[in-house]
């Protein structure tokens, strides 16, 4: 039997068994082809509240467990990522208009997560402290209990993943809702994995939903970690929820990452990074170059080259044509793109490629003669668009990347890699990458944001994952009982 078999995925999912949602069911649509190409069930407040009780009752168990029996499971979890990957990418591909290539480093990224989780259950998990008193003094990290993760559209198997596997590994349950969009690839193939890795019944369960079923998981008081992944708008909702419920809540934001191309920097390989990192996905991905920032010595040659990538690069259906883009997600997000292409145009920008679109198909863009005001340069826009903006001095390119809401990403190009650091230090960001564009991620690396793109590395290695998912508790123990005056 097929991994996905569309029969196993009917239904809301629960890892080691299977029911029917109180709120109903939703179509699976491709964007590519606005066909429904299966039914997924769709979770409300009581499914949530009903998952995580089971899990509740679960987790002390899976806590207790061997460490080597959970290591296991999460082996067996990677290597089945990498087993039925051809299975899995028909989903990315089809659900999430992926290309190929890109459907394969979501299941590649998604079996490291599990690896890296397994070497994770069996990390040093506290220490002994100084203590004034005659007794063993200790800092312990203990799981959380029940973990709530929350995941987008965009990487959907890897931003669900990235979550599950480390709080699994480190003794927790987890109540995963993915985006009804891509529910299948980024909920369903999870549950699927898991449940043939061994892991026990009603530790992990996958309810596609919408903001009713989100609202739930935030507010639940059986759930003291919530892991989002989203935009910034409803990331600051979250927060705020979670910060009134004094519940810890690890934020992955949006961007409006800068690449900055200094006027040594080699201009093909330039704008082959620049490409890569604006038109990647069709920019539907948080770390998406926003904002290309070029030394004005060779700025209208870089726009040059980069238009004429943009022009070249194939846009269609990526489960049946051999293409570089495949669709936007929705019509929604194409006319949000849109309109911010034709804002900054009204307002004076110049199209030098692109800014047309068919269906959900949209043509990559490129945008030059842009001020720090155009809509396309000032906002995430989530869509193939390049703003290009020259700069004269280090000076002035610290303070254009530096001035914007965001922290997530920046790229950095030169032939003085030293030069770059130093530039570096000057903006504020999470992520840097000297003579690479803004987007990349690895299992074993932390990873976040600052300002508004998040609340700073949530994962990716021992320490961030630890960080996330477990609670330090402070334990002494002594012989005998202490005595006091009273």
């Known amino acids: 039997m097929s991994l996905m078999d569309p029969k196993i ?82 989903w990315i591909i089809r659900e999430a208009g992926s290309i190929p290539p890109k459907a394969g480093v979501e299941t590649h990224v998604a ?67 993915p985006d009804p969009r891509t529910a299948v690839c980024g909920g ?32 639940h008081p059986d759930v003291p970690v919530i892991s989002f992944t989203g935009s910034t708008a409803a990331g600051r909702k979250v927060g705020e929820a979670c910060g009134r419920l004094l519940k810890r809540a690890h934020l992955e934001l949006g961007g409006n990452s800068a690449l900055i191309v200094l006027e040594d920097a080699d201009l093909d390989l330039a704008a082959s990074a620049g490409a890569w990192g604006s038109f990647l996905h069709q920019g539907q991905i948080c770390m998406t170059t926003g904002r290309h920032l070029v030394h004005a010595s060779i700025a209208d040659e870089y726009v040059a080259r980069l238009a004429e990538k943009a022009d070249h690069l194939p846009v269609g259906d990526p489960a049946t044509e051999r293409v570089a883009l495949g669709p936007l997600i929705s019509a929604g997000q194409r006319d949000k793109v849109h309109a911010l292409v034709t804002g900054s145009v009204d307002a004076g920008a110049r199209l030098a490629a692109g800014g047309t679109y068919e269906g959900l198909f949209y043509r990559p863009t490129v945008l030059t003669g842009v001020t720090t005001d155009s809509p396309a340069y000032a906002n995430e826009v989530f869509g193939p668009v390049a703003p290009i903006m020259p700069f004269s001095t280090p000076d002035e390119a610290a303070a254009l990347a530096g001035n914007s809401e965001y922290g997530l990403s920046l790229g950095i190009l030169s032939r003085d890699v030293m030069k770059a650091v130093d530039l570096a230090e000057r903006i504020p960001s999470g992520i840097v990458h000297i003579n690479d564009q803004t987007v990349d991620d690895e299992a074993v690396a932390p990873f976040g944001g600052v300002a508004a793109s998040g609340t700073g590395s949530r994962f990716g290695g021992v320490h961030a994952n630890a960080d996330a998912f477990t609670h330090t508790q402070w334990l002494t123990m002594q012989g005998d009982i202490a005595g006091y005056p009273f």
């Open 111 to 177: 079996s490291q997560e599990c690896y890296e989780a397994a070497a994770l259950a069996s990390a040093p998990i506290g220490e002994i402290i100084p203590t004034a008193k005659r007794r063993m003094s200790l800092a312990r990290r203990i799981p959380v209990g029940v973990v709530g993760v929350i995941a987008p559209f965009n990487f959907p198997l890897i931003l669900g993943t990235r979550s599950v596997a480390p709080a699994l590994a480190l003794g927790n349950a987890v109540v995963l809702k």
């Open 9 to 90: 995925w009917t239904g809301q999912v629960f890892s080691g068994g299977w029911a029917n949602s109180r709120a109903g069911d939703a179509a699976v649509v491709e964007p590519a082809t606005g066909h429904e190409i299966g039914r997924t069930g769709i979770a409300d407040a009581e499914d949530i509240a009903a998952a995580v009780a089971v899990a509740k009752a679960a987790q002390r168990e899976w806590a207790a467990t061997n460490f080597e029996e959970r290591a296991a499971v999460l082996r067996r979890a990677g290597h089945l990522f990498e087993q039925h990957a051809e299975d899995i990418h028909h």
């Open 188 to 219: 369903v193939a999870i549950a699927r994995v898991f449940e043939e890795a061994g892991l026990p019944a009603g530790l992990l369960h996958v309810l596609p939903g919408g903001p009713e079923a989100g609202e739930a998981l935030v507010a």
